[in-house]
């Protein structure tokens, strides 16, 4: 953090209150995308793709270390990242729903890994010249590891849209299922305009504009329709979750819930 | 003048040590190789400062890299050093080494070099990409079509 937005947030506990939810979404997103596609390792289509889908979760789960570590620190009541990430039940959650959607088919994983790679982009882009260093650290990271993983997402996309009837049907029903849940990506809220304010996070409004351009470009290299808009009764960045993520934690935090405190 | 001279010796003392610690996945190369180790330098009191970087947020390896740092150090007597995790700037492709390029190409792995990737084995720039992914996080796998073999790829990023 740098030291102006330190000292601002110690001044303001609400501030500091916004911006750990604000690290929290962007770190628990991250962290159940992670999650979802370390679900493929062993399972996916060919051996290429299942290292290809393993790389992402290892970026995905880096870069919510780095973010989890940060929000602990500025709570500042001694979570780390594992008490973070193993001891949260879903409602404290607050990624993003369309993350935690199951992996479905190929076709399905790659559309919802392709629509967050987008949204990524746009956000770290944003936030790699954020007043608070941190986040403008962790962001431009995260940025290069993002538009790798963009190219791998769209070039999927594209294979598989203008691919045979069979790939291409599958991916216009993923897109089209899983199109709700990207009302939630740029629909800014208190937590969003207090960043904004706070110049540690741009206004979503631009962002939103630039993700619907590049949507709608790889959406036509893919010969894919552009679903119509869709009302969204879930906001994963409030903690109000589809059931999916449950059985999600369930999983992942299943050692830590056991065995409190458990060490390899 | 004499005291200037020896802190420099120190660091570069420092820097041919960490030249000696093995990348835990390609241990042909060495951390210093790749551009983890960012900076050595004594502070106005004398006490050592090493700056690593990760190279992926999620490389496993980074903790591995981390304690056999630790650990060189303390072997050579630096066990005051100061180990820094550096996140900015975010480590590039472009920080491995000329000596690195030529370890990883020798041991069959293709360079990050811009243009397109040359076969370890025959020197043909005639390759195409398999997968944009590889057995680790910093490559990409490809494959000759003049001599048919494949290889890795370190990734430019």
């Not at chain 1, 369309?98 to 967050?116: C, K, M």
């Not at chain 1, 216009?172 to 706070?198: G, K, N, P």
């Not at chain 2, 590039?92 to 293709?110: E, N, Q």
Request: glycine share 8%.
């Amino acid at each position: 953090m740098s030291a102006g937005s330190a000292a601002a947030v110690r001044r303001d506990r609400a501030l500091g209150e916004a911006l750990f939810r604000y690290v929290l979404r962007l770190a628990d997103t991250s962290l159940v995308l992670g999650q979802r596609l370390g679900e493929w390792v062993g399972h996916a289509p060919v051996l290429e793709e299942d290292l290809g889908l393993a790389n992402l979760a290892l970026d995905l789960i880096g870069q919510a270390r780095l973010l989890l570590t940060y929000a602990g620190e500025i709570e500042g009541k001694g979570r780390d990242e594992d008490a973070l990430a193993y001891l949260r039940d879903a409602p404290e959650f607050l990624n993003l729903t369309l993350a935690e959607q199951p992996n479905g088919d190929f076709a399905h994983t790659i559309v919802r890994q392709w629509l967050i790679d987008a949204w990524q982009l746009e956000i770290y882009s944003d936030l790699a010249g954020s007043s608070d260093e941190r986040l403008a650290a962790i962001a431009a990271k995260a940025l290069k590891e993002t538009r790798y993983h963009h190219r791998f997402s769209s070039g999927w996309l594209a294979r598989l849209g203008d691919g045979t009837a069979e790939s291409r049907g599958r991916t216009q029903a993923a897109l089209d299922s899983l199109w709700r849940f990207t009302a939630e990506l740029f629909a800014a809220d208190e937590v969003d305009e207090r960043m904004a304010a706070a110049g540690i996070a741009a206004p979503l409004v631009p962002a939103a504009e630039r993700w619907s351009a590049r949507v709608a470009a790889d959406l036509g290299a893919a010969t894919l329709a552009l679903p119509a808009p869709q009302a969204h009764p879930w906001y994963g960045k409030r903690g109000v979750h589809t059931e999916h993520l449950g059985h999600l934690l369930g999983e992942m935090q299943h050692l830590q819930r056991t065995y409190p405190g458990v060490r390899w | 003048m004499s005291g200037a001279a020896q802190s420099l010796g120190v660091e570069q003392q420092v820097w041919q040590l960490l030249a000696a610690v093995p990348d835990p996945e390609i241990p042909v190369v060495s951390i210093v190789d790749l551009g983890i180790v960012r900076y050595v330098r004594r502070d106005s009191v004398g006490r050592l400062h090493v700056g690593i970087t990760p190279t992926y947020s999620g490389c496993p390896a980074t903790a591995v890299i981390r304690s056999a740092t630790r650990a060189a150090l303390d072997a050579a007597g630096h066990a005051d050093a100061l180990l820094e995790e550096v996140l900015a700037p975010a480590w590039s492709s472009d920080w491995v080494t000329p000596a690195g390029h030529a370890r990883l190409a020798a041991f069959g792995i293709a360079p990050p070099a811009a243009g397109p990737a040359r076969c370890p084995r025959c020197g043909s720039a005639a390759t195409e990409r398999i997968s944009e992914f590889g057995s680790t996080p910093c490559k990409a796998h490809y494959r000759c079509t003049e001599c048919r073999e494949p290889f890795d790829r370190f990734k430019c990023i």
